[in-house]
Structures are given as structure tokens and as C-alpha cells.
């Protein structure tokens, strides 16, 4: 099994869950986010005074599938969440050696 955490601007979200779903994944854990990367921030013009903004607020994504649906969800986060501007975000792909359901103890791929 395979962890996909992708980190994408937060309008671009129902894009990637409607990707995600059409898909049959529609199982996925979402939460708020900041940071940065090349872009190292922003400049923004308050009250008449420019101060540069390091963290950029961003939504992380996370889906656990089968090794054998990590690639199609992948490149259907990537497509839902492509602008081709900088800060589009990244997709990591980490190995889940094991998963278990709470309500009914069922285990590895079943679990999910």
C-alpha cells in the first residue's frame, strides 16, 4: 500500500477530489497547511506597507491506496491540480506497511 500526501493551493481542492472520485478513490484526509518552496514566499501591500509573506497557506491531501492504484492517483491529483504557475505544490509517495479498520479489525488492503 502506498501513502500519497499531496500539498496543493487550496482552491484547486474540489478539482482534485472530483478527479480522485471519478477514479474510485474517494477516500481521502484533508487539513490546513503552510510553508514554501521555491518561491519563497510573497510580497503583500498592507495599509501602504509592503512585508513579505514566507508561508504560503496550502491544503495537504492524503489518500491511502493499493500499489497498484498509486500511479492513477498520482497523475489524477496532478492533472486536477496543475495551473503551470509557481506553488502548484508536490506529491509524495511514502509505503504504508500496514493498515487496520477500527470498526471491523479487517487489515492490509481490506482496511481500506
Known amino acids: 500500500m502506498k501513502l500519497i500526501k499531496a500539498i496543493i493551493k487550496p482552491y484547486k481542492l474540489n478539482d482534485v477530489k472530483e478527479a480522485l472520485s471519478s477514479k474510485d478513490l474517494a477516500r481521502m484526509t484533508i487539513y490546513e497547511v503552510k510553508g514554501f518552496g521555491r518561491q519563497k514566499g510573497h510580497k503583500e501591500i498592507y495599509r501602504g506597507s509592503e512585508y513579505q509573506v514566507d508561508f504560503i497557506p496550502k491544503l495537504a491531501v492524503e489518500i491511502v491506496v493499493t500499489d497498484d492504484q498509486a500511479e492513477t492517483a498520482m497523475e489524477a491529483i496532478r492533472q486536477a491540480a496543475h495551473t503551470d504557475s509557481i ?14 479498520r477500527i470498526r471491523t479489525g479487517e487489515t492490509g488492503a481490506d482496511a481500506l
Not at 87 to 99: C, L, M, N, S, T
Open 87 to 100: 506553488g502548484d505544490g508536490k506529491i509524495f509517495v511514502i509505503d504504508v506497511e500496514q493498515a487496520m
